[in-house]
């Protein structure tokens, strides 16, 4: 068995004062580096995901609410705008070298980091790369908890491939959303775990 570990979108823009700031992200982007700083060696491969969105007026197929309040739901306030500091990962998380990089919601709606890309790789799908890596099983933690730490571990467990969600890693947006989404992933198989 070959794991990985898939940081998913611990970015500026979803920690404390961000645009779309998750209570607790900053504790988490610095948790991640902790756990990382003791068991690295746990992982053959290191993933992190981050949104990568189009700026208004590109809604990104809708993701970002034009004209309108967003409904935090399907849609959201314009974040993670390429290229902005709202969209770099947050100071507190430290990442290994040869952590691979995967930029999602490139003027869509992307929740998955199994729906992105893996930047600067000879194969651009997530998927393909953590089987030629020869991974097998996957931890996910990160933000959000209930939506896409949610959507990453739902892929990576339709991809085949072991899951465990981490959850004292993670932050969620609200309570009710995240034991609804972890009870749907426990449901499919997805082992939900602490560090």
Known sequence: MTRALIVVDVQND??????????????????????????????????????????LPDTNDGHFASGADPDYVSTWPEHCVAGTPGAELHPDLRLPDGTLAVVKGEGRQDYSGFSGRVVDAAQPDLAASLRAAGVTEVDVVGL????????????????????????????????????????????????????
């Not at 961000?18 to 491969?45: C, F, K, Q």
């Not at 991809?159 to 992933?185: C, E």
Request: one cysteine or more; glycine letters at 10%.
């Open 144 to 195: 959000a908890t209930d939506h896409c730490v949610a959507a990453t571990a739902w892929d990576a467990r339709a991809a085949g491939f072991g899951v465990r969600v981490l959850t004292d890693l993670t932050a969620a947006v609200a309570a009710p959303t995240a034991v609804a989404a972890l009870t749907r992933l426990a449901q499919a198989g997805v082992e939900l775990a602490t560090r």
């Open 14 to 55: 979803f920690c404390e004062g961000g645009a779309l700031a998750v209570a607790g992200g900053a504790a988490v982007a610095g948790a991640i580096t902790g756990y990382l700083r003791e068991h690295a060696d746990r992982y053959a491969t290191v993933v992190a995901t981050r949104d990568w969105h189009r700026g």
